[in-house]
Nanobody, 117 residues
Framework: QVQVVESGGGLVQPGGSLRLSCAAS????????MGWYRQAPGKQRELVAN??????????NYGDSVQGRFTISRDSAKNMLYLQMNSLKPEDTAVYYC????????WGQGTQVTVSS
């Protein structure tokens, strides 16, 4: 069974940076279109960044709210997915998850990101 584990969250001041990591067991991330999602309190989970599979060229897409500030990447050799987050804003506060874009795996626990002064 596929398991994903997110890490790297924390408390950061506005304007700061964090790098989130996602490790997978039981599958090869590079085979799938993968994404980073987030869910803020009282809101629905949303897809903020995605990267196409290796065979589809690895194209990256971002939500309007994170465009220019977040970068999604993968390390196929390590079977890891990353989200570099710069210029963080209080509205980026949420639990962040990684998963496929379609045909989702079971959700991991996520990693909490809190942006506050």
């Amino acid at each position: 069974q596929v398991q994903v584990v997110e890490s790297g969250g924390g408390l950061v001041q506005p304007g700061g940076s964090l790098r989130l990591s996602c490790a997978a067991s039981g599958t090869d991330f590079s085979l799938y279109d993968m994404g980073w999602y987030r869910q803020a309190p009282g809101k629905q989970r949303e897809l903020v960044a995605n990267i196409a599979s290796i065979t589809s060229g690895g194209t990256r897409n971002y939500g309007d709210s994170v465009q220019g500030r977040f970068t999604i990447s993968r390390d196929s050799a390590k079977n890891m997915l990353y989200l570099q987050m710069n210029s963080l804003k209080p509205e980026d506060t949420a639990v962040y998850y990684c998963n496929r874009v379609r045909n989702l795996f079971l959700w991991g626990q996520g990693t909490q990101v809190t942006v506050s002064s």
